[in-house]
């Protein structure tokens, strides 16, 4: 079931089990890599309650999706008990009409009505990231002050990784 409009035009509803199907099809336009159980494993985590999928719609055509993560992998948010919004995909076709935003708010209310007061978001380093870090960054979110994190373990001096989707900088924003 669709959400109340989010935007002029933008809905979000939560992915339920057996609907996988949409997700894929999203990522298939994305154009985007993941293993073949990725969003079994996820919905079997939100039936956990641990994580929340959610599908955006503009125009009623699904445009993207996230997940907010209840428990997540970087220590500081877990051991701070900060949410992760992650997985923040919206189609090429689709950006620049609030729907990335739209969610990320929704995210940032369901938080709120939890009582938490602080929401984490991780971001790539390169190109293909810019508008992300630029809406991030807009919305209020800043770095958390621990530099930059691969697989969402922190990086010391002098260490290398590569440049790919691991390799992040961890953002934070308050609630309140």
């Keep these: 079931m669709f ?8 809905a979000i509803r939560q992915i339920e089990n057996g609907e996988a199907d949409a997700l894929w099809a999203l990522v298939d336009a994305l154009g985007h890599a993941k293993d073949v159980d990725y ?24 445009s993207g999706y996230c997940i907010l993560n209840w428990e997540p992998k970087y220590g500081m948010f877990r051991k701070l008990a900060i949410p992760e919004i992650q997985d923040l995909n919206v189609l090429q076709e689709q950006r620049k009409q609030g729907i990335g935003t739209a969610m990320i708010h929704y995210c940032e209310e369901l ?7 602080r929401m984490g978001i991780g971001v790539g380093l390169d190109r293909s990231y810019g508008a992300a870090q630029r809406l991030y960054t807009k919305l209020g979110y800043v770095p958390d002050g621990n530099g930059v994190t691969y697989d ?7 260490e290398s990784r590569p440049l790919d989707d691991n390799l992040c900088l961890m953002m934070v924003k308050s609630l309140i």
Excluded: H, W
């Design 3 to 10: 959400s109340p409009m989010v935007g002029e035009n933008i």
């Design 39 to 62: 969003f079994e494993k996820c919905l079997a985590l939100q039936a956990a309650g641990k994580r929340l999928l959610f599908m955006a719609s503009l125009d009623e055509r699904d």
């Design 111 to 117: 938080t709120r009505g939890k009582g938490i007061e």
């Design 152 to 158: 969402r373990k922190l990086l010391s001096y002098g």
